[in-house]
Every structure is written in C-alpha cells, then in structure tokens.
C-alpha cells in the first residue's frame, strides 16, 4: 500500500538524511534542487521524484506547482538561509514545524530573550554603547555556516576588526572559554517525549587547524582565524552533565509556548552550547530545525538505541514523527 | 520466562549503557539515583525500577535493603569516587569485579607499581627529594573526571604552582608529547577472552579549545589550562599496534594475579596512553571498570562486530559476561 | 555451500576489516602475517586460515605456495610500504585492483600530473630551482604512515630543516592553511557506480596534542611536530560540498582511463584534502586502495546507509565487488 504523502525538501544541508528517513518510514520522496545539484542527487535511489529550480528562491514557485503530490516539507538549514523568513511564511504546502518559531530563531536578540527567559545561561551581549573588557565573538544574523564571525581579544582589536567587517546586523557576544558542544534534540508535541539522540561539534576551517600548527608556523604565518563549517564530528556528552541537557531543552520549550505562541517549538532543534572548566553550559546559539551535525548519525544517532530498536536519525524521526501522526489523525498538530 | 537476576547500578557515568546492555541481555533493571537525577533516569523505560537516595553514599543503606531482589550490581568510575574503596567493600549485594583491584587502581603508586610489574611503559615519576628537569603534569588521587591536574613545564613552574594545589596526595608524572588514546578491553574470566572494543579519546575542557584560539588570543587572553572531562570522541587505532595493545592488556591480567589475588583483574577495564611519535604506548593511568569513553558506542562498540553479530557495548557486554556465567554456573567466579 | 575462493591480504594496515567483510559475504578467509602478529590475527575468529611468514618479502613466496587454494588478494596500504611496486607485479595471485595505477599513485610527481589532469585544484609544487615565498610540507615518497614529513614556515626554515632531512625523493608542497578531510570512495566498474562511504581525519602524533599544549607550554618546550599517524577519527562532510567531492572522483577515474591504461583506477580509493576557509578542496594526496580511515567503518560506514541496507565496510564492500562480478561473469575485469 503507497502512503498518501510525499516528504520533500530542498537540496541541501541534510536533505539526504530527511529523504533516506523518509523513505526507511514508507513515504515516497521528492527533492527540489538547484540545476547544478540535479545530477548529483539522482545518485541516490531513495529519492523518488526530483524537481529542478533554477536559484534556491524558485522553490516557492515550484513548491505550488506540486499541490497534488500531497507534499510534506521538511524545513532545514538552508530554508532560512536563501528564502528568508518571509519566503518560508509564503511556503503553501504542509511544512514540519511552527513557522512562528523562525522569527526568534533568526533575530539574535529576540533568541537571547528566549534563552534569558528560559533560565539558560548566555554569554554576555555588549550593547553598542558598552565598553568591552574581555574576549569576543561578533557574529552576523542568520544561519550561514560559520561566516560572518569573528573573534577580538579586547576592545582595541574589536576597535580595528569591526572597520572591516561588511555586515549590518550582529552581535558582540563574551567569548567562553570552553568546549563546544552542539546537543540535538527531537520533542514530540504528539507524545510529548524529549529526547537528546546525539552530539557533535562543528569541524570549522581554518580555526581547526590552528592546534596542528606548531608555535613557531603560527609566530611566522599570519592567519585570520575564521570558522566555516565544511563537518561535523561526534561526541559523546559525559552522563552526569545530560540531566541539565534535559532540563534546558524543557525550559526552552515551556518558553517558546510562554513568548512565541501557544503551541511553541517542536520537531529537532538544537542547543548549541560551551562547557566550561566548572561544567556549565553557556547556550551560545539556538537551531530550531534539523542541524548538519545530525548527518554524522544517518545510520542511528548516539542515544537513538535508548528509544528505538531500529536505527533511528533526526531525518528518520521526522518522518516517524509524521507517522505517529497519521496514525492518531493529528497531522494538524505538527505541520504549520 | 523473567531472569531471576536483576542487574543494577547508581545513577551515574555509564548507567544508561549499562542498564540498556542489561535490559538487551534480558535482566530486569534497577537504578539507584540521587533525588535530583530520579526523574532524568525514568525518562528511559528500559529502566524498570527506581530507587531514590538522598547522597551517594545512601547507596549502602539502599542495596542492603534491596536484598530480595537478587541484585548484581554494576561499579563504574562513581562507585569509587563517591563511595571510596571502604565503601565499595562495604557493598553486600554481588558485585560485578574484584574489589580487591580497586585499591591498586585507586593509589597512584601502587597503580605505577602493577604497571611496572606488567612490563608497561610508563612516564618517569618524580619523588619529593627529585630535580625536576622536564615538563610535568601533576596527579591528584582518585577518579574524578579530569579534574585535580595541573601542568609543569619546568621546575620554577612546578615550585609555583604547587604552592595553590590543594591537594594531599598527588603523582608528579613526567609530560609526555604524544597524541591520548584510550584502549577500552572486556576480559572474560570464564572463557579466557581478551577483546578490544573499542578506543576513545576524552574531550575536556578548557584544555580541548586551546587549539582553536590564535596566537593572539592566546597571547592576549590568560587561560589556566584544565582537564575537566566533559565528553568523549571516537578514534580507531592503527592496526599495527593492536598487537601490541592486546600484549600490553594481558601483561597487565596475568600481573594482577601475581601482585593482587589468584583471581586477579576482569570485566571491562581501560588503558589510557599517550602514543609518541616513536609508536610507543605510554600508560598514564589504569581504570578496572567500564569507562565513561565506552558512552560513544551504545549502539555497537567500533571493534565488536569482530567478535559478535549483534550489536555490543561494553555495558551488554557485562550482562552478556553474567549470563554466560549463569549458564555455566560459574556466576560465583565473576562476582565479588 | 562452500565459495570458490577464498580472500586473502597481509597481517597489517584494514586486513581485520577486509577480512571481516569478506567472511560476511560468504567466502573463505586467509591471512598471510609475519610471525610476531600471527598469535594476534589468531584471535579472531573470521579469519580461517593463516600463512607465517619471516619478513613481508616473503609474501611473494608465500602466495606461490597457495596457489591450489583459488586466492584472491586483496592490497592495502602495506602492500607498497612493504613490497614495492616490483614486488607488487610480480605477485601471480588475482590481486583486486589495477597494478598499473600503483605507479601513478607512489611517485609524487606523476601523481601531480594524474590530479592536475583531472582538473583537481593542488598546493603549489616548489621544483629544487624555485623560490621558497610561503610555508611548505616536505614530504618523502610511498606511503609510510605520516613518517617523512616536515613543515618548514619560510625559506630559511626549509634551507635549516632540509640539511638533517634524512630522504632522497621528496616533493616541496604549499602548505595550505586549513582542515584535512579525507574522502573514501568504492568505483565499481561492473555496475558504474561511485559512492562516497565515509570520511575521516588522520590522527597524527604528536602534531595532533599540540592544540592542547598552553601557550607558556609550548614557549618553554622545544617540538618537533610530527606527522605520524597512530589512528583516525570520523568526519561527515558538509553536504553542500558533497557534489564537488563526487565530481572529483569522477574526473580522477576519467583521467586514469587516458592516463594510465584503458581499465583505470576502480575499487577503494581516498582523496585526502584541505578545506580552506573559501570551502575549496586542495587535493594533497591520493591513496589508490583502501585507507586505514576506513576502520573507523567496520560496522557500517557513515554513508553506506545511501547504497545498502545491511552494515557495509569498505572491506565489506570489496567483497561484496567480487560477489557481483562472479554472478555477472566478469571477475576478470576487477583483478589484475
């Protein structure tokens, strides 16, 4: 028996992982992507239908065109990135997720007045008129992969950095000392389980080669750190530290339902977090969508086994999600 | 047919991969848990029974009075931590191990000594009365998750900083320039099996950024290192030193019979090196129990498809020990 | 019922995970160990019979002998190391792979051309004439583990460093500022199809514990970086940069066809890279067989999930090459 629906997204970011979960859960399965990208997707079997744009902006046009193909849209990553959060409001097919929630997500000050009224820990934000007495990160609006960042060690280098930085709108954040760790979470509004399935850190060109450079390379070449997410690696996140993990990702939903709407955050996000050395985690950022690090889990994430039998990633649980849905008619509740 | 046994151990480090290996092996399960983690443990339903205790170090009053339950409890690194050696032995419900190792582990001198003995390959240690005339790193007593530890680069550092550590007893160890890399083994005492299965490196902070701050940073920014263990990541160990690691591993099980009892070290025990650019393992330090690295692979440890065709984690492992010991009525020889 | 043929590879390097993979599609298995690894091999289980040599030379002698036994051998990594390219030829078991390519592959130089031809972007090479203006890597010809390496940040530190640099072959290579990224690809010639099954990162002592010394550290402690490789750690790959990965592997085969023979290159390979912050490939290597980066994969690499539906290794899937070439009728095509 064909499933009624047919789960589609956007060729990008973790477009393979949502497809193959899709697929894996028996829905039937549509990309729409870029000429240049075509090919490139037709190299896997589980996509069923393929659907060419000429630009990423297109999809809105093509998206309507597929109205009788009974289409689910799994936003990710790169939704925000090339159509905005006006382009994604103009989507018309059913679309995984509270679209409400992109808006909070995007502006960083709007995410670090969810985070504040959450509880979450945050770094501290310098205001324009502030005076900066210690390391920085400034980063530009918007999820773009790592650019648009860039670290001060003090007011002086922030005095001289930001002259050249092209960017309008960004944030000067207090730069933690610590680890990254990236947590990712899936909450079902239907079952109204949470659930942590992995962890990972961002693999960021250059600054993750700086370690490898010896003292004396570093003193002789001039390098401009930058931090461009070309991967992901995994982690593990020591035991005693996930009740809190837990315990973010609650507040953080309780908040959503409190300050964007009645039915708030659902489906993966992400706490994107620096432990320091007295185990604390600072939430640096906020993804309210599948993240690129989930890929590293296409064959079952980390935890996944504490829920599922059956290899279990984010992009499968989506389509699980949906599944659960279906089968107690509440479809509605999870789509926007 | 329900098992007779229940397998149980503190809400802690490696619990959730113990009891899910448990849960998969077919035992009931049992978590004891302090009251600010009971409700982040019953989140997981291969959990099936809870029992709060206010402090760790209730745990004794809480297993003796869970004598009808036929427990066999499962030690990790909180067991020692929290309870001390005094309090493991004090421990009246079988126990999973030798308790007799645990003062061997647990005492820096007498661990160095087992190694010695085993014919390891360990930095030199410094004496009080000693110059000190290389980089040092300096040890406190007990499994406490990377914390207590400090760095030396030479002697006027080591004079400096000693004079703020607080603590009593602590290894001078010489620093060795070399890449971590941790060996987790499982040895079973019933069917002379040694088995890698599986290998890690800890991710700790703030030690784990350094890499990615820029000469600048570093230079500008005054960090005092630390090596608090926040996670794990996953590592693969080259092939041509596997041979090696398994003779290091049963060097180290036939000297426990030698030095410490006729029974001697098994279950799940961990090597931790640093591997120098010479490709010699130096063993930093010995842990006789499941160790928090083996969190990374609850689905399937990166070795086990060698040796079993479902998937093992070192916490399956332990209960699959138990229920091969069962069916040989040899359980007596595994517990202590 | 028995198969024919019976997978054999030399003690060292991915012969447990080719192995492993080659008894898991159903064939016999061989191993051909010096006597110092034969006891280790002798632990596990897959490995059905085994072949004690004196020294890796002996291979040539040792393959003769077994000719009754219908071998098929699979190279690895050791097999150039240990043999060299003469040795290779003159082996008169079916070997999986183009013995052709092993040429192109171990001199530097026609593996510049190959890569160039292709149209794969790679670091400026300095020929003994030019002016050193920029940081460069030293590397010494074959594949040995990482040993043989230099990095020299300007023309002063290379005319220092090259004096005490004990090897006779060597290409002077830009060194790129940016992450490795090493790319493991399967060609099947039978069916056409490439598939990307997994990436890593090499984990190298003791340029690799570097990031995680202290500045002040680093200042009071004389280090020579090192580039050997002890281990691997796994990566997934932004999938944004997936198609160029895809792309150049394709135009890798494409030229070996015009380049070295009309068979090529097919079977495992691996295009080791540095992302720069740009997001652009420099290819700095090849490696034309499988990669020890792969053991990271026994149980099932990253990606395979895309092509397979059981746990596929790239050890695996080699196997699972001579399988669907003997059903075709054209196990010829794949050996040599």
Redesign the interface.
Known sequence: MEKKYTIATLG?????QIL?GAKDEGFKTLIIATS??I??YQ??T?IDDFVEIKSYTQLLVAEKKLQNKNLILIPHG?FVAYLGIDGNKKITSPYFGNKNVLEWERNRHQQLRWMQTAGLLTPHVFEPKDHIDR?VIVKSYGAE?GTGYF?A??KK?FTHKIKSFLKKHYLVQEYI?????YLHFFYSPITKS?ELLS?DRR???????????????????D?T??F????????????????KA?DMAEQLIHASKKLIDKRGLWGPFCLET????D?KFYVIELSCRIV??T??F???S?????FYSE?MSTGRRIAREINIAIKRNKLAEILD
């Open positions: 990008s970011h973790s477009a393979l193959k240049d990208r090919k490139f190299r896997f589980f790169s390391p992969g670290v060690h003090n280098d000392i610590g680890v990254p760790m949470l962890c693999y960021e060109t250059n600054v993750d080669s700086l370690g490898r450079l010896p003292l004396a390379h570093q003193e002789s070449i390098i750190p930058s461009v997410v070309v991967g992901n690696s995994p982690l593990a996140l020591r035991e005693s530290l996930m009740p837990y620096i432990i320091t050395p185990q690129a690090g890929n590293l296409i064959d079952s980390l935890y996944a086994a504490f290899p």
